[in-house]
């Protein structure tokens, strides 16, 4: 075979020309960009939920563990705390995601954790001290979550000294869910 026609047939099994410019056309790059817009659109909500969810996680457990502290501060001290301090904890009275405040004392005490950004629920614990139908010393305890987002001050949960069942001494408002 002649040079000059293998050198034609290796040009057409390579299909390339010798001055074929390479890339992307403008209108292939948009629409990729288009494709990343949509699906950041569509991912940014999802992962913001999830980042405030995480955020929320903090108050419920530090609920949990006051409204713990307050069951035992009042067994052996026949009184709720009123303040975070008294409970020896070692959790601080704010985060960066929430500010906490314990109120109370004697029969009854609560925890309210107003959140420091609008994007996350604000929570509220109770304990109460009362006697059962059967006069058997009993401590309510309850933990809730707004119905909503925003920053304000939760509101107190609903309480009663003079109770005869648990849902009766202690349980949330209108504008709160009761977390387990």
């Given at each position: 075979m002649k040079s000059e026609l293998k050198v034609k047939y290796l040009q057409f099994l390579l299909g390339k020309k010798k001055d074929s410019?390479?890339?992307?056309?403008?209108?292939?790059?948009?629409?990729?960009?288009?494709?990343?817009?949509?699906?950041?659109?569509?991912?940014?909500?999802?992962?913001?939920n999830q980042t405030a969810k995480a955020k929320q996680a903090e108050a419920k457990t530090t609920?949990?563990?006051?409204?713990?502290?307050?069951?035992?501060?009042?067994?052996?001290?026949?009184?709720f705390a009123s303040a975070m301090s008294e409970l020896a904890l070692g959790l601080p009275e704010s985060t960066s995601n929430y500010t906490y405040a314990v109120t109370g004392g004697g029969d009854t005490a609560?925890?309210?954790?107003?959140?420091?950004?609008?994007?996350?629920?604000?929570?509220?614990?109770?304990?109460?001290?009362?006697?059962?139908?059967?006069?058997?010393?009993?401590?309510?305890?309850?933990?809730?979550?707004?119905?909503t987002a925003g920053t304000g001050t939760p509101a107190d949960p609903v309480k009663s000294t003079t109770a005869t069942t648990l849902t009766g001494a202690a349980s949330c408002p209108g504008t709160q869910t009761q977390i387990k």
């Open positions: 410019n390479e890339g992307f056309t403008l209108i292939e790059l948009l629409v990729v960009v288009i494709i990343i817009g949509v699906l950041a659109a569509i991912a940014l909500p999802n992962f913001l609920i949990s563990q006051v409204n713990n502290a307050q069951a035992l501060h009042r067994n052996t001290n026949n009184g609560q925890i309210l954790a107003t959140a420091a950004n609008s994007a996350m629920k604000g929570y509220t614990g109770a304990n109460v001290f009362f006697k059962d139908a059967n006069s058997n010393s009993v401590i309510a305890t309850i933990a809730c979550e707004a119905n």
